[in-house]
Nanobody
Framework: QVQVVESGGGLVQPGGSLRLSCAASGSIFSLNTMGWYRQTPGNQRELVAVVTSRGTTNYADAVKGRFTISRANAKNTVYLQMNSLKSEDTAVYYC???????????WGQGTQVTVSS
């Protein structure tokens, strides 16, 4: 049973920082790409950042220069360091894990990030 578990969300003031973590477990296959997405009420889930198994990263334009995605392959864990947070970063953040030799993507339950004074 594959599990994807996020942690690290919360309330932060504008200009502050948060670090999200996501751990994937339970698959017999190796992890391929892992990524962070976010969603606000009434809107579609959107890409924030992804990182491949080789460390190649891709970011949404809205977070470039402020967010950094990284991964610890030995721990099957991906991180999202969020700096200079803005009110428009407020959303539920979801982690997605893709495994080699598997066509299915696995999602976490989401973690709320609220940027407000």
């Amino acid at each position: 049973q594959v599990q994807v578990v996020e942690s690290g969300g919360g309330l932060v003031q504008p200009g502050g920082s948060l670090r999200l973590s996501c751990a994937a477990s339970g698959s017999i296959f190796s992890l391929n790409t892992m990524g962070w997405y976010r969603q606000t009420p009434g809107n579609q889930r959107e890409l924030v950042a992804v990182v491949t198994s080789r460390g190649t990263t891709n970011y949404a334009d809205a977070v470039k220069g402020r967010f950094t995605i990284s991964r610890a392959n030995a721990k099957n864990t991906v991180y999202l360091q969020m700096n200079s947070l803005k009110s428009e970063d407020t959303a539920v953040y979801y982690c997605k894990a893709d495994f080699f030799r598997s066509t299915r993507s696995y999602w976490g339950q989401g973690t709320q990030v609220t940027v407000s004074s």
